[in-house]
């Protein structure tokens, strides 16, 4: 089974890589066209002010406006094919997981339970939700801090600098909360366990009435992973504020940095709010992940249990092979009324 039940893995995921390219390549074209909003700011600042010319003013808001209208088009093909792409794994491996997880106690494998199901559920929910979206908008935050550098290094420097601090506290809620988060979804499961179980057994639960002690157990279990999510959440949450404020304290930077340029000509006024748009849009995917930490971390754990549970499957007995019927048919002392 190990080596089905990987090759079955293996396999779902790479049927996916073209739909994984063409994520990608939908990315691309997402991502250059958010170059739209500041490209458009410096032309207004640095060209229209200057002529007072409604019609260059007009053509390039127009060509902003078809723009952003094909960028809101590729974004929303982008999550239709998440969608489909995560629809198409569930469809694959849930069949072979409700099999698996069936058989596992009839074969010596373990307690039944359908806690598979529910971590492709999670996995799934995680490729169709807003976590996904900062993993594959990633890549572009260096593209967007080099596009900067070119407008002045001095921002360029500034918009690093920001990444950096924001990188490190990414890195800090992933050690604060990876190990907490993953002690609460072992408690979650095992409280999960125990009700099935008591759901299972109700008649005997009630009538030699363990409902208190069970209750009890169960309470027990299901607090203490109340406690640890709660834990995690509490960590999460103050790097996610601290996360904000210092973005919001960049941004106000990098305007007071592009505005002292202009005062001393080393910088036209568009250059100085495109360079604002764009250290936005490049913290923006690293900020979003530290929101998204903890959903980020549920998948990870749910792919891990799957393909833990795939390769630690035991092999079906073999079944015995009988002869093909020859379709003869025999009857001794019937009798009908």
Known sequence: MTGRASSLLADAIAACRGGFAALALFTFGINLLMLTAPLYMMQVFDRVLLSRSAETLILLTLIAFLALLVMGGLDAVRGFLMVRISDWLDRRLAGVLLSD???????????ASVQSLRDLSTYRTFLTGPAMFPILDAPWSPIFIGVIFLLHPMLGWVSLFGAAILFVLAIANERATATLLQKSSVASM????QA??????ADVIEAMGMMP????????????????QAQASYRSGSITA???????????GIMGVGAWLVTQQELFPGGMIAASIL??????PVEQAIGSWRSAIAARN???????????????????????PEGRLSI??????
């Open 101 to 111: 997880s069936i058989a596992a106690p009839l074969r010596g494998g373990g307690e």
């Open 190 to 193: 095992m409280a999960m366990r």
């Open 196 to 201: 099935e179980t008591a759901a299972r057994n």
């Open 213 to 228: 002690n069970l209750l009890r157990r169960w309470g027990g279990q299901h607090n203490a992973g109340l406690d640890l």
């Open 242 to 252: 601290s996360s904000k404020v210092i973005r919001l304290m960049l941004q106000v």
């Open 279 to 284: 250290m936005g849009r490049a913290l923006a």
């Open 302 to 324: 749910a792919y891990r249990r799957i393909k833990k549970q795939l390769e630690q499957a035991p092999l079906p007995d073999a079944a015995m092979r009988l002869p093909p």
């Open 332 to 337: 001794e002392n019937v009798a009908y009324a």
